[in-house]
């Protein structure tokens, strides 16, 4: 069905809509929170969604539905962040901010079909997919959910996941619907502090974290969740500037928005912006939210805003129109549950992906020729905390972790932690592995730093597991001190006076400050949230079976107190760094090593052609793959632009010996700056482009352009 014919079956169903079965659409109920019973009584009445319900009881609020008057289909959401991972027989990918290490989409987007698929399996319909903020400030609780710092890279990997979350029909029935969250700057709150004041100009907004909502919505994301935060003071709930002209009338937005988790209610309870829940609803409605999640009073106070002459019907007829026209396109009047595919849940084939995001994901920071583990290497001690800790590897949002899940507290198999994946490895290559957890992520009696240190004399080499867990990640998990917890730092050095090779590998939600470690390691590897599968991907690339490939999308901060540290920083800073740290930080955006060895040469632009072009060489031993990254830095303009932009950036894969040229197409967005009118304009000048293979400085070629 086009869109036009939606829109049209949609007008014609508002005609004979109550005002109760209207408003009624506009609600969102948590299965969770308020029980069967309940949930039934709302799915007598008309409500337009549920999220967080499964299998049959998810069939029994449809049947419901379907016996109401107009008999209008519930849409069924579900937080499928990294995979369908509320089903605990689901395949489980890496996070969000793992799979782009990988800084490829084609991965985003074979994430993003397989999780459709077994969500559509489940009869379900949607996912609060992807997020788009921005991990700025890696002090917040949900730097997991994002795709770093960078928001080129944040939309074209966006773009990507929607892409395969929703295809190329809404009414496929292997395919769901994407929601970009959270819109907008939610990242960026005051001290990292989770829905707290974002203190940024609309001009701000523009410039950084609007790239990312406008290029989804060019690839047909069919729904926006609003944030839960404010800008300037103004609740994002309320905010018509944000949530209509600029979102539905400039970007050309023609879903429907639902809001957070109860953020209607929140603007009475907890923002204090609102006296009464009649006022919320309204000003809620006429902000442009279509759809209220969890606040279940809203609708009571919409029908009485209504009757009292507060509100008028046509605020709501519009939110209702934009929720019948997606429920149409999606063919849910014909064919109500999405049937997927039978059997596919954690099937084989979905589990070939998850473990190709996860190979593609692990980013290889240092190496001082330690790896690959070598044939002299007999015995690999592997110690710490998240060696053999798979909620850990898992990170957020699956069926053990979300507070509204079901009540699996044990991880089902099949899943592999990096000490089972060294053990498999080590059968093969004939190598000894030991294992001592040596302390906990937090302090614990349990702690037992003596033996880890005693299994690692015996060994050759050291694999120290470091990181965080379940319990310092998230929502309301903001941290203020980013070093690594418990008796991690104490158990390294410990291990590093052995005199032994160690190799660490963070295994975590987020950069962590672990210069320590870095400084005083053979080897550093980064694998953040792996997934199911993560544990073989580093085993992996540890033995040398994998070239590690994976890029940075975030910058590592030296120490707590040097956050935001992200590379597209405005310049003009006295002296550049605090006094007492250096200026860069601990790993930078885009860096990323491997066994072989990469040579950039002849970086050209072509401005009449519009196009630039630079040779990479593979000048060591192995076949390996790398990311080329262009940059743009505006050398004078009216207004402060960061010291270097993300244009492009494309992957590729060269044999020993071998060259490739690489060609970019360039446009005016390249140039573009947003000035002081919130216009996207390009200045006459001098603009330098950079092409490298990380965002450091010295790792870029640099070539002058001038428009005139």
Not at 67 to 73: A, D, H, M, S
Not at 346 to 363: K, N, V
Not at 540 to 554: Q, S
């Amino acid at each position: 069905m086009t869109r036009q014919e939606a829109m049209q079956k949609a007008s014609e169903l508002l005609g004979k809509m109550t005002t109760e079965e209207k408003v009624a659409q506009m609600i969102q109920v948590p299965y969770t929170i308020v029980g069967r019973e309940e949930a039934l009584h709302w799915a007598s009445l008309g409500a337009g969604s549920f999220l967080h319900v499964l299998g049959d009881n998810a069939r029994e609020l449809q049947q419901t539905a379907l016996k109401t008057r107009l008999g209008i289909p519930v849409i069924f959401g579900i937080d499928a962040i990294h995979g369908h991972g509320l089903n605990p027989h689901a395949t489980i990918f890496p996070s969000q901010l793992t799979a782009a290490c990988s800084w490829e989409p084609e991965i985003l987007r074979e994430m993003g079909e397989v999780t459709a698929r077994e969500v559509a399996t489940d009869g379900l319909h949607w996912t609060f997919s992807p997020v788009l903020c921005l991990g700025r400030d890696t002090r917040w609780g949900r730097v997991d959910e994002t795709f770093g710092e960078d928001p080129m890279l944040a939309g074209e990997l966006g773009a990507a996941i929607v892409k395969g979350y929703q295809g190329e029909n809404l009414a496929d029935d292997e395919h769901i619907l994407a929601c970009a969250k959270h819109y907008l700057g939610y990242g960026e709150a005051v001290g990292a502090r989770d829905a707290c004041d974002t203190e940024v100009t609309e001009r701000k907004i523009r410039e950084v974290f609007l790239p990312p909502f406008a290029k989804v919505v060019e690839a047909g994301c069919a729904t926006i969740m609003t944030a839960y935060g404010s800008i300037d003071g103004l609740p994002l709930t309320i905010n018509r500037r944000i949530m209509h002209d600029i979102l539905r009338d400039e970007l050309g937005f023609n879903g429907f928005v639902v809001t957070d988790w109860d953020n209607a209610r929140s603007l009475v309870t907890r923002q204090h912006v609102k006296e009464t829940i009649e006022d919320a609803a309204v000003s809620a409605a006429l902000a442009g939210n279509d759809m209220i999640m969890t606040s279940l009073e809203f609708y009571s106070a919409m029908l009485n805003a209504l009757a009292s002459g507060q509100a008028d019907i046509s605020v709501v007829d519009k939110a209702v129109l934009h929720i019948l026209t997606i429920k149409y396109e999606m063919g849910l009047f014909d064919q109500p549950e999405k049937k997927g595919r039978k059997d596919c849940i954690g099937c084989r084939e979905h589990q070939d992906a998850a473990l190709r995001a996860a190979r593609a994901s692990i980013t290889l920071l240092k190496n001082d020729g330690m790896l690959p583990l070598g044939p002299s290497v007999k015995t690999v001690a592997v110690i710490g905390p998240n060696a053999d800790d798979i909620q850990a590897q898992y990170g957020d949002w699956t069926y053990f972790s979300h507070p509204n899940a079901s009540k699996h507290l044990t991880p089902e198999r099949p899943y592999v932690t990096l000490r089972e994946g060294l053990a498999a490895l080590g059968i093969k290559k004939n190598v000894r592995i030991l294992y001592a957890k040596g302390c906990a992520q937090l302090n614990d009696p349990s702690d037992d730093l003596d033996a880890a240190v005693e299994i690692a004399r015996q060994a050759d080499a050291i694999i120290y597991a470091v990181g965080d867990m379940i319990d310092q990640i998230g929502e309301s998990k903001d941290r203020a001190n980013l070093a690594l917890s418990g008796r991690q730092d104490e158990l390294f050095h410990r291990l590093s006076a052995l005199s032994k090779p160690i190799c660490t590998v963070l295994i975590a939600s987020k950069p962590l400050c672990i210069e320590p470690e870095a400084a005083g390691s053979n080897a550093v590897i980064c694998a953040f949230n792996g997934g199911m599968f993560g544990g073989q991907a580093i085993a992996e690339a540890l033995f040398g079976d994998l070239n590690p490939a994976g890029h940075l999308p975030i910058s590592f901060p030296r120490h707590s107190g040097q956050v935001p540290v992200y590379y597209n920083y405005l310049p003009g800073w006295h002296n550049g760094k605090y006094c007492d740290l250096p200026e860069t930080p601990l790993f930078a955006f885009g860096e990323g090593l491997s066994y072989t060895s990469f040579r950039l040469s002849d970086l050209t632009v072509d401005m009449v052609g519009r196009t630039a072009s630079v040779a990479i060489e593979n000048t060591g031993n192995y076949a390996g793959s790398t990311v080329i990254q262009l940059y743009q830095r505006d050398v004078v303009s009216s207004i402060l632009t960061p010291v270097k932009r993300l244009i492009h950036f494309s992957r590729v894969t060269i044999e020993p010996g071998q060259t490739q040229t690489v060609r970019f197409e360039l446009s005016d967005a390249d140039f573009a700056l947003v000035n002081t009118r919130c216009e996207h304009v390009v200045e006459p000048g001098e603009f330098q482009i950079l092409a490298g293979l990380s965002s450091k400085d010295e790792d870029l070629l640099t070539i002058s352009v001038r428009i005139d």
